[in-house]
Structures are given as structure tokens and as C-alpha cells.
Nanobody, 125 residues
């Protein structure tokens, strides 16, 4: 069992920055894939960034160059550094983990088993 708790959301003006955190507590070893996902009102949940256990990362085209995913293994905490935020980045942001072995970490939310409750990010124009 894995429990994920996101924090760090808030309201910032366009062009601003935020850092999201996802603290994990687990009864087993880490999965191979962790990621950040978001869901805006009226839209489907979408992948933002993923991190493979070997350090490989993947980003949605919409956030490349603006967002950075990373992990502190000792703290067992996943991070998402967001800069150049725009109103279209407004969403509920979730972290998730897939415990299964994979050759790469997909951005498809359906591949992930464990989910946090989300942290809200609001970007004002």
C-alpha cells in the first residue's frame, strides 16, 4: 500500500512559480514510475510529467521547458517545480505511482495505481 500526500498548491499571477511536493508513505518498496497529473474543470485528467526510477523523465509538450520533476529518495518525496505559469495551467494537480515494472513511464493516467488527493493550482491573468 502506498499513500501519497500532495502540497504546495496555491494562487499565483501569470508568470509566477510554484513548487509542488508529494510525500509518500509506503508498506513496500517504491514503484518504477511516479508522476504528476492534472485535471482542469470540465476536462479529462492529463499527464504532466513522469519520473522513472533510473532518472528518465517525460513531459507533456505544454509544460516542456517550464516544469521540472524530481525526487528526494531519502525523504521519499516527489517534486514538481513550475515556472512561467499561465492561466491554462490552472487545475487540480495529483501525484501518482505505478508499482509495476515498466520500460518507461507513460503520461497516460490510466497506467497509475496509487493516487493522492490533489492540490489546487490557480493562475490569475
Amino acid at each position: 500500500q502506498v499513500r501519497l500526500l500532495e502540497s504546495g498548491g496555491g494562487t499565483v499571477q501569470a508568470g509566477g512559480s510554484l513548487r509542488l511536493s508529494c510525500a509518500a508513505s509506503r508498506d513496500a518498496t517504491s514503484g518504477y514510475c511516479m508522476g504528476w497529473f492534472r485535471q482542469a474543470p470540465g476536462k479529462e485528467r492529463e499527464g504532466v510529467a513522469t519520473l522513472y526510477s533510473n532518472g528518465d523523465t517525460a513531459y507533456a509538450d505544454s509544460v516542456k521547458g517550464r516544469f521540472t520533476i524530481s525526487r528526494d529518495v531519502i525523504k521519499d518525496t516527489l517534486y514538481l517545480e513550475m515556472s512561467g505559469l499561465q492561466p491554462e495551467d490552472t487545475a487540480l494537480y495529483y501525484c501518482a505511482e505505478d508499482p509495476a515494472w515498466r520500460a518507461y513511464c507513460p503520461l497516460n493516467p490510466q497506467a497509475y495505481i496509487y493516487w493522492g488527493q490533489g492540490t489546487q493550482v490557480n493562475i490569475s491573468a
